[in-house]
Nanobody, 121 residues
Framework: VQLQASGGGLVQAGGSLRLSCETS????MGWFRQAPGKELEFVTG????????YYADSVKGRFTISRDNAKNTVYLQMNSLKPEDTAVYYC???????????????????WGQGTQVTVSS
């Protein structure tokens, strides 16, 4: 299983970014983030079919996860970005056959390399 995350960058508060995670197959997917000095945090996840989504309260209403299974790509659209969204963002794959969205990092088997998102105030 290979994951390739991209799309990070520097943006002003209130701006938008879209992250992409290209995978080598179709899996349940999650996005996590880790800010300096903080623990890894679940951001959002999507089931293998795309029918189930889950968002952390901190991003609900601002972030949208989606997937294009024809392209084996999962997207994270981030709008109304805040300085506290600054972190390294990781995509992760859950290769189990279940349809639920996993929220624990330990439930994901494979991880992308991370992409930096910096939001300036």
């Amino acid at each position: 299983v290979q994951l390739q995350a991209s799309g990070g960058g520097l943006v002003q508060a209130g701006g938008s970014l879209r992250l992409s995670c290209e995978t080598s197959g179709q899996y349940g997917m999650g996005w996590f983030r880790q800010a300096p000095g903080k623990e890894l945090e679940f951001v959002t996840g999507i089931s293998r079919s795309g029918s189930r989504l889950y968002y952390a309260d901190s991003v609900k209403g601002r972030f949208t996860i989606s997937r294009d299974n024809a392209k084996n790509t999962v997207y994270l659209q981030m709008n109304s970005l805040k300085p506290e969204d600054t972190a390294v963002y990781y995509c992760a794959a859950d290769t189990s056959l279940g349809s639920s969205v996993k929220k624990l990092a330990s439930s994901y088997d494979y991880w992308g390399q991370g992409t930096q998102v910096t939001v300036s105030s």
